[in-house]
């Protein structure tokens, strides 16, 4: 796992001083003497015949609105919540915190508050987050409605229910990327010190074969990244960690989670799923959907609402059968209520139905989904911050008649466990359940929020509750918010189970492709023209789904869903561009954060563009076969943009994603497929064994096209990637090659390129009129007939947003029209029209502009036309720290001796520094003492290949408990770290996982060894 030390390590690290760093490992439990069972009121007892661990957070009466763990607010819950036991006869204890606890926490007890319990597979223990000090906040890192972070931060702690002992898991661990100068010392004034704790939060058990000592998943804050379009100052991005049972081994998994990943949740074929802050480009930022992943970070795919505007999918359970229920909510204004969805995990057919299928109230849909909370006369109803209230007087929100003449007041559910017997256990508060500005000021809001603890039982957790009043009260205290309702049983009462499937370790043994301990992988499809990449259709544009300048909270195009650049056919799929994220890294203080902006607020880097058609080549689709295979790095985000003959995209991934080091993946079948049956990749030209891979890793290939609709060149680049950005790369070819004609703003259609002297808001000038100018503040304005600004995607005249193909400036530079329609095809855009322009298609010849200046005007559209802002935090800042792998594994330290230590590393941007390798123990090795540092001499791997360092003698690691510690730095400083511990007592996994992909014999899926998709059940 890359991950900085907390301690400093002469040579490698500078000084630093972390925010409560202890030495690792270092663990502090206490146990308590029981608490006497007291009476509680507003409580039926009985409804189950088991205890239930709940959380109750303060409530402040009905005028007063609370938090809620949710998307946009997740980690600032209310002072005061506190872990209880409640009994089946209404009697309850309090777990946590005592004052037997104040030792454990970092605050005193009754300033913090607990959130996300969860029950173990025995139903022994409880794991759960705890804010040490909601009262201690910083007031500059606050949300909307004025709830701060805190400066003490989270921590993950584990409870055992029979004798009340706690352990603390987590201490603050703080791991910034210290390169470029950063200072992150916090005893130290006007540093980058973010002046808010850590968050570590999210704990779920995970299934290992000893039953007795699950790992636990968790999120954190610790990387100290800023999510790209963060709502407001109080978010922070949360990135996916497991660690084992005693708190040791801690790995990241999550490398994909740019933004927020929150509550993982193993499902019993032994993935994890989380909801996930996909808003990749130009996405809708409010979109939060489910998603699966191993738990060593592998097989990583799409759950619900990938098409669902506005609304989080956010919280969910497995059912007994297998099948998924998550709560949808609307976004920012619900405190995470919403209603309640069912749909099989594993449905009969595609995991999705087509984009336009009938029936269906969103693209994407999951089949067999059930709405078990409709309680509103719209089905599906949350476009209008519904399911309640049901009736408005307000013209926003049109009335609607609900079921039974409960008209106003409805409510909402959230935060749903699987009870034994198929039932549910929820969270449900009658009243509007929304606090949404309109709402409170209409008079709608109240009463607010009063959570209480539910039960929908078996034969309506199957189809559905027509009425609120369906539901069993279990305890519903109008003086606090029950919330977190957890049925103490074993796995077994609910799932059938044991526990849930174990997934082993992660091994990296190489493949034909691909070396043993590699930091690179490999990323492969059958096709990218077998896709459902269009968007879905619906009023008032139909038939054309992506209209020029109309927004509006279906406009599936990009927004939502769709990712389609303009009108083409599969024929125009020529290419693939494979694109890296970096992180942003928060340095807020003093710097005022990134000095870059592009669309997105995301610093990406171009891994490559590969030829992808294979002319002749007939696929199992009856298609051309666009086969690809191409090596990546690893533990890095990347993404795709499809292209078209001239190097622009046609149409663009809407997610990021991730692959782990020696991982293999080529079994999505097609591009963006959710809904088609896939190709068989093995069927493919990429797919023999013959085939070798592109690398993307250390060469970066690019089109070098030299006509319209031809057949490109490409040129290879011997350097890891290559990013294009306004000042460096752009400016100097308006300057040479445009802005002699376009002088003013008065004449050459208004389009002044000589601004870039007078800054707009804090923009460069022409820069601003080019992609900042929203509100047509500049030049002709909006077409006739269109609202007199400019709305999402199109983001001036002159530009939309990754879509250079549909840009004007684009056409007038190609000297055509690029998008696939004709100017009378769609009403109310810019038309161009080339045969009436005597200049822009002779731009070549009249003003000497190349074909590689055209690219690159072109690729900077298609990044989102990025803007170096700052030299030190701008957007050629390396803000990514090496991959780094390690072996021996655990697994394979347990299987024999070792005489040596593998170490794979990778670094994208500045390269590996040289001598900065580091491998220690903290035992004697061969008759060295412990800290021996065995890599001294030893220069290090080569970028992105694996050194041997050998030791001195033959050890048994795991039978001495011993702890390896590997470092490694690249050239701007930042250094990524392997910690691990090798248990005496670890077992190798007795059962093997049921794959996504079921594997051949060879110990890597690869090229050479046949692969077949295969359902979970």
Known sequence: MPTLTHRRMAGLLPAVTLLFALPLGARAAATPARTAATAVSNCTPNVVSYDIVYVRAPRFGDDNNSVWPDTVRPLLPDAGADLRLLHPDCSEELLFPLSAHAALIDGAVGDGAVSDPNVSFDGQWVVFTYYHDQTDANPQRCAGGGECLSRKGADIYRLDLGSRAVTRLTRQEFTPNLGNGANFDCETAYTNCPNVGVFNTGPAFVAQTDPAHPAIAFTSTRNNFLPPKAFNFAERTLQLFVMDWDGQNVTQIGYLNNAQALHPFQLADGRLMFTSWEHQGARDSRQFNLWFIAPDGTQWNSGSGLGENATGHHFMTQLPDGDIAVVRYYNLNNNGFGDLVRFPLDPAGADFLPVNAADTYMPLERPGQVDLTPWTGDAWGLAADLPAPCTTDDWIYPAQTCPGGNNSRVGKVTLPAAAPGGGILLVYTPGA????????????????????????????????????????????????????????????????????????????????????????????????????????????????????????????????????????????????????????????????????????????????????????????????????????????????????????????????????????????????????????????????????????????????????????????????????????????????????????????????????????????????RLAQDYAADYGLGTPSGTPGYFLGPQLTRYLRAFQSRESLLIWKVFGARLDGRANATREGDIDYNPASDSVHPNLDSLRGLTWAEKLTLARWVDLGAPIERDVDWGWFEDDLRPTLWVGPTLLQAQLAAVNS?????????????????????????????????????????????????????????????????????????????????????????????????ARAVSANTDAAAPLRVRKLR
């Not at 499809?642 to 997610?655: F, H, K, S």
Request: aromatic fraction near 8%.
């Open 433 to 768: 359940a929304n606090h949404n500005g309109i709402i409170v000021g209409g008079g709608y809001a109240t009463p607010f929020y009063d959570g209480g603890l539910y039960l929908l039982p078996a034969n309506l957790a199957e189809s559905g509750a027509p009425e609120p009043s369906d539901l069993v009260k279990i305890i519903n205290d109008p003086a606090y918010n029950e919330q977190w309702p957890r049925p103490v049983v074993a796995y077994t009462a609910i799932m059938g189970m044991t526990q849930p499937v174990v997934w082993p370790d992660l091994s990296n043994n190489g493949s034909a492709h691909l070396e043993a301990d590699t930091p690179l992988a490999l990323v492969g499809s059958a096709s990218l023209t077998w896709r459902d990449t269009d968007s879905r259709l619906g009023p008032p544009w139909a038939p054309d789904p992506d209209p020029f300048n109309y927004s509006h909270e279906a406009l599936f195009a990009w927004l939502h869903q769709g990712a389609d650049a303009g009108l083409y056919s599969d024929d125009d799929i020529y290419a693939l561009r494979v694109l890296a994220l970096l992180p942003a890294t928060d340095r807020t203080y003093p710097n005022d954060g990134a000095g870059f902006s592009n669309v997105a607020e995301e610093r990406v880097r171009i891994l490559g563009e590969v030829a992808v058609r294979h002319e002749g080549v007939i696929d199992g689709n009856g298609a051309t076969d666009t086969s690809f295979l191409v090596r990546l790095p690893a533990d890095v985000p990347f993404t795709f943009q499809t292209l078209d003959r001239n190097g622009m995209v046609v149409n663009m991934a809407q997610t990021w994603h991730q692959l782990r080091p020696g991982e293999a993946r080529y079994d999505c079948g097609g591009c963006h497929a959710h809904t088609k049956t896939p190709l068989d990749f093995y069927s493919t030209v990429a797919g023999q064994p013959g085939f070798v891979p592109t690398d993307l890793a250390l060469q970066t290939p690019l089109l070098a096209p030299a006509a319209l609709n031809g057949s490109p060149a490409t040129i290879t680049q011997t350097v890891p990637q290559v990013t294009v950005e306004y000042v460096r790369d752009v400016e100097p070819i308006l300057a040479a090659r445009c802005s002699g004609c376009h002088l003013n703003d008065a004449d050459d259609g208004q389009l002044n390129l000589h601004a870039d002297g007078t800054s707009i808001g804090g923009y460069p000038g022409t820069y601003y």
């Open 901 to 997: 230590v593998r170490v794979g590393a990778y670094d994208l941007e500045s390269g590996l520094a040289a001598n900065t390798l580091s491998v220690t123990f903290d035992v004697a090795v061969g008759g060295a003492p412990a800290g021996t540092n065995f890599a001294a001499g030893i220069s290090g791997p080569a970028n992105g290949g694996v050194a041997t360092v050998t030791l001195p003698a033959t050890v048994e690691l795991a039978a001495l408990g011993a702890t390896l510690t590997v470092r490694i730095a690249d050239e701007a400083g930042h250094v990524s770290e392997v910690v691990r511990t090798y248990h005496p007592s670890y077992t190798p996994p007795l059962r093997t996982y049921l794959p996504v992909v």
